[in-house]
C-alpha cells in the first residue's frame, strides 16, 4: 500500500507510475515497454523492501535511478519537477552529476546539448 501525503493509503499502481512518468518522457525515445519495465523495476525496487506500506515519497524516489539509466533528459525532467528544483543552480547541480557519471553515451550527448542550448537561449 501507498502512504499519500494526506494520510490516505492506496494500491501501488503501475500504471501511475507510467502516467507520471510518461509526461517526463514526451518528445523522447521512450517506447510504452519501456514504461511498463520502468514501472515494473520500481514495483519490484519497493516490494524488495519488504515493507507492507510505503510513503509516496519512496515510490517518486524509486522512479529517479531506472528513469536515469532510461532517458537522462527525461529524468532531469522528473527530477526537476520532483525534487522542486528552483534555481539555475539546481538544473546545473544535477547536470554535473549527470555527466560525472554517465548511463550511456547518447543520454549524454543529450545532457550535453541540451544544456549548451539552454546556456545560448539564456545569453541571447
Known amino acids: 500500500m501507498i502512504i499519500k501525503r494526506s494520510g490516505a493509503t492506496e494500491p501501488f499502481s503501475r500504471e501511475k507510475v507510467i ?3 510518461s509526461k517526463a518522457c514526451q518528445g523522447r525515445p521512450v517506447n510504452d515497454d519501456d514504461l511498463a519495465l520502468l514501472a515494473q523495476r520500481v514495483e519490484e525496487t519497493l ?4 515493507q507492507a506500506e510505503v510513503e509516496a515519497q519512496e515510490v ?3 522512479i529517479l535511478a531506472p528513469l536515469r539509466e532510461l532517458d537522462q ?3 532531469l525532467r522528473f527530477a526537476s519537477v ?22 550511456n553515451t547518447a543520454n549524454s550527448q543529450a545532457v550535453a546539448n541540451d544544456s549548451n542550448n539552454a546556456r545560448k537561449t539564456l545569453v541571447n
Open 60 to 62: 517518486g524516489m524509486a
Open 19 to 21: 502516467s507520471g512518468v
Open 47 to 50: 516490494r524488495s523492501d519488504g
Open 82 to 103: 520532483y525534487r522542486s528544483f528552483s534555481t539555475l543552480e539546481d538544473f546545473e547541480g544535477e547536470i554535473a552529476l549527470l555527466r560525472a557519471a554517465p548511463s
Open 73 to 75: 533528459i527525461a529524468y
